[in-house]
């Protein structure tokens, strides 16, 4: 299968990375090839090559501070939207950077993508949480796949169990963790730190950016969840229609008053369904002990899924990180690939 990259920063580099680990394990044991022939960066630019590009040279280059343009093949610094259009490929993936008031410039790519009898597969949280509904219909239209694992928990399976085993068991409600900075900073706010003082080291660490209101006021977490809400209960919300608290106000006294009642404080994204609404939220919660979400620290992310027929179902894992995105990639590729 021939492959587009649209954004080749952090999760990008970590695709062609595992693309190149993985080459001889996917032809040997699942009979499967991806060949990567176009590449495109806002910031780094973009180089097209219907014969395959070499990704080792091109990590080479990047890693090096070179751009695509110095890869060899055809240098490309058009808007990527007349190149996905033009390229020869059956699949893209797009990498970009979120925007959650308006998915551009994302959608459009996706949309050209599809209108070029492409298969998608994306990582970018504002396609699904706002276009979710239009862009699947759209795929469906053209018998095309529209996946999009690596959105909620990253590489850690959730959007494909959910889809493949656990839609017909009657879902009831969703909620978990779904951000794993906050849950990083809560768990050092618990040990005794401040506020400030785990945002700090949270930052030292890289889970949080050094503007990192995404995270803490919860628009991350609201992403994820608007995700979900489409996905499960077919919503066709935005995610800024939904109440959203983030934990700037939550203070380290609060987490130790509600651990010696037996609670912990962590900050929930959930949807649900109330008579015929779908209904989502975002906000600090108090969780007891023994639910399983009480006891997922650090930068984990989780999810617990209540079903009617085989009760609560939880999902722990990473939820974030440039091997754990990749892989997200690597399995929708692979699905893909499967039905090929």
């Known amino acids: 299968m021939r492959v587009l990259l649209i954004g080749f920063g952090t999760v990008g580099q970590g695709v ?3 693309l190149l680990e993985k080459r ?70 797009e990498m970009t950077y979120t925007d959650l008031k308006t998915a551009q ?46 959105t909620v928990m990253s590489g850690t399976p959730l959007i494909s169990v959910i889809q493949e085993n656990l839609i017909s068991s009657h879902i009831r409600e969703v909620k978990g963790i779904l951000n794993g900075t906050t849950n990083y900073i809560l768990s050092r706010m618990e040990e005794g730190l401040s506020y400030q003082k785990a945002l700090e080291k949270s930052q030292e660490l890289g889970y949080a950016e050094a503007q990192p209101e995404a995270d803490v006021r919860g628009w991350d977490a609201l992403a994820k ?3 979900l809400a489409n996905v499960i209960f ?4 935005k995610p800024f229609d939904y109440p959203c608290e983030g934990i700037t106000e939550v203070s380290a006294n609060d987490l130790i008053r509600v ?8 900050l929930i994204g959930k949807t649900w369904m109330e008579g015929n609404f779908v209904k989502a939220s975002v906000g600090p919660e108090e969780i007891d002990f023994t639910h399983p979400l009480a006891g997922v620290k650090g930068a984990f992310n989780a999810l ?13 894992g990473p939820g974030a990180g440039q091997r754990e995105s990749a892989y997200g990639v690597l399995r929708d590729l692979m699905a893909i690939g499967g039905k090929q």
Not at 304 to 316: A, H, M, R, W
């Open 16 to 18: 062609a990375e595992i």
């Open 105 to 150: 410039p994302a959608t459009s790519y996706i949309r050209a993508a599809l209108d070029g009898n492409m298969h998608v597969v994306t990582t970018n949280k504002g396609p699904v949480a706002l276009n979710y509904k239009d862009l699947s219909i759209h795929a469906a239209e053209n018998g095309l796949e529209f996946l999009f694992e690596g």
């Open 304 to 316: 617990t899924i209540t079903t009617e027929d085989v009760g609560e179902v939880t999902i722990v």
């Open 24 to 93: 001889d394990y996917l032809a040997k044991e699942k009979g499967m090839e991806f060949n990567v022939v176009g590449i495109f960066d806002k910031e780094l630019g973009g180089v097209y090559r219907p014969q395959g590009i070499n990704l080792e040279e091109a990590l080479e280059t990047i890693h090096s501070g070179g751009n695509l343009t110095q890869v060899h093949g055809e240098s490309l610094d058009e808007d990527p939207s007349g190149f996905i259009q033009k390229a020869e490929a059956e699949v893209m993936v």
């Open 225 to 227: 969840v608007s995700i």
């Open 259 to 266: 651990k010696d009642q037996g609670k912990r404080i962590k």
């Open 234 to 237: 077919g919503a066709n919300r």
